[in-house]
C-alpha cells in the first residue's frame, strides 16, 4: 500500500470537515403582509399595549361633560335623544385599545336610549338645536322629542342604561389599581348625567 503523504492526509481532512458542516440556510423572508409600515407585526402593534393616562381619561371627561352642558340648555323631552347622540359622538372619539370597554359602555347605553326614542317619538314636535357649549366645535346637532305622556317611562329606561354603563366600568376597573384609577372616574362622570334625565 502506498503510504498517504502529509499534504493528501491534509486534503482529505479538509474534505471530511466540510462534508461534515451544518448547512447555512436562508433567513426566512418576512411576509409582506405582517409588515405594517415597514415594521413585523409584533413591531406594529407594540404601540397598542395598554398605558392608561391621565390625559387620556381628562380628556373622556370633558367630552362626556360637554355633551352633559349642551342637553342641560334643553326642555327633559328633547334630553334624550341628546344623550343618546351625545354618547355615540363621545365613544366614536375614544380609540385607544386601554379605553375600549369605556367605548362599549358608551356604544350600549346610545343603543339603548337611541331606541327608546324612536318608541316613544313626537313627530308632532320641532326639532331643536342648542347653542354647544365648545366653540372650537362647529355647526349644531338637532334633536328630536318623545311624547310627553313618555316622558317618565323613557326617563326610567335611559337612567337605567347609563347606571348599566357605570356599573360595567366601575367591575372593569377592579381588574388592576391602574386602570380603577381611571375608570372610576370616567364611571363617575357617566352616572351624573342621569340627573338631568329625571322627569
Known sequence: MRPVTLAAAAAILAAATTALAPE????????????????????????LMPAFSNQETRRIIRLIDGVEAE?????????FDCFGIGFQQVARQI???????VRTALERASRSINQEVRRNLDAAAPRVSPRRPDANRSGRRQFRAVRQQA??????????????????LLRSAQRSQQRRVHYTQIA????????????
Open 95 to 101: 380609540r385607544r385599545p386601554d379605553y375600549r370597554e
Open 151 to 168: 316622558v317618565r317611562a323613557v326617563s326610567r329606561a335611559a337612567r337605567t342604561a347609563v347606571e348599566r354603563a357605570s356599573s360595567t
Open 71 to 79: 342637553c342641560r340648555q334643553l326642555e327633559v323631552r328633547y334630553r
Open 188 to 199: 363617575r362622570a357617566v352616572d351624573s348625567t342621569t340627573l338631568l334625565m329625571r322627569a
Open 24 to 47: 447555512k440556510t436562508a433567513a426566512a423572508p418576512v411576509n409582506p403582509a405582517l409588515k405594517l409600515g415597514g415594521e413585523t407585526a409584533a413591531e406594529g402593534f407594540s404601540h
